[in-house]
């Protein structure tokens, strides 16, 4: 399919696999919480390792295979204990997996910059496998697993990023963030906000785990933080002078590329879930 998709110009390869993608998600995560364990595992695996290959690029060596299990375990747990498979106390479980990557560095004996590399491998894991970790909690906020949750964030997720996308390219004059993101402009993101405002609407009148207000603020935080979420990795690829993080996705780059916002958004969703919900 990868192929295939090549011979298209990047808009209808940027549309296919966006619909592609979303009905492999939308599928896995209303089938059950396995399937919903199954693909977020997936998702946040492959964009661990493609963060440390990109690392990788810039000189540094981080523990590629150790930090992307550890960041797998910690997802998994997660997941374990929101379903109450495990009790709260496995949350601590997390230090001494992570003391580990301190244990196999000391035996590295021809690293000129043991801690730089360490550094890296944790960044890793708390700027990928973390905000992954907490979207479990909010997928079981109710109590018990419920496909609403995460599927109203996704949908309003794309809604930002296609209502961004389009509004950009159509009206886009003023520079959002020049420095870091050349083609994100102030007009891009009032159509962003827009479009995942109408699609909050949309979601409140099937999806009953939230009430319209709620929606809308999840809405407000997807458009905010996503959108710095996006700056970020743009951010990271310009340190290291590339253009996209992969090229497994057609039109979108990355899994990195596709799930950036997500990760600075769930942190910020846990949050208003938890305290204010």
Not at 29 to 43: H, K, R
Not at 157 to 172: P, Q, S, V
Not at 188 to 201: D, H, N, P, T
Not at 228 to 248: H, M, P, T
Request: some cysteine.
């Amino acid at each position: 399919m990868k192929s295939t998709l090549t011979n298209y110009n990047n808009l209808t390869q940027r549309l296919v696999t966006g619909i592609l993608g979303a009905a492999v998600l939308i599928a896995g995560v209303y089938i059950s919480e396995w399937a919903y364990f199954a693909l977020f595992f997936g998702i946040c695996m492959i964009s661990q390792l493609e963060f440390y290959r990109l690392v990788g690029l810039d000189g540094m060596l981080p523990l590629k295979s150790y930090g992307t299990f550890a960041g797998s375990a910690i997802f998994t747990i997660s997941f374990l204990i929101e379903m109450e498979m495990l009790r709260g106390e496995f949350y601590y479980l997390i230090f001494p997996i992570a003391c580990g990557i301190f244990f196999i560095k000391l035996y590295k004996k021809t690293e000129k910059k043991p801690f730089t590399n360490i550094a890296f491998t944790f960044i890793g894991i708390i700027y990928i496998a973390l905000p992954f970790a907490l979207l479990n909690v909010s997928t079981f906020f109710m109590g018990t697993y419920s496909h609403e949750l995460i599927l109203g964030l996704l949908l309003i997720l794309w809604a930002n990023d296609t209502g961004a996308y389009f509004a950009g390219r159509r009206f886009g004059r003023r520079k959002l963030f020049e420095r870091v993101s050349p083609k994100k402009s102030w007009e891009g993101s009032v159509g962003g906000l827009i479009l995942a405002g109408a699609m909050a609407y949309g979601v409140s009148m099937y999806f009953l785990d939230l009430k319209l207000g709620q929606w809308l603020v999840v809405a407000i935080i997807v458009v905010i933080a996503g959108t710095y979420g996006d700056l970020v990795e743009s951010l990271f690829k310009r340190s290291i002078e590339i253009k996209d993080s992969g090229s497994k996705l057609p039109g979108h780059g990355g899994f990195l590329d596709r799930f950036d916002s997500l990760l600075l958004a769930s942190p910020f969703l846990v949050f208003y879930l938890k305290v204010f919900c």
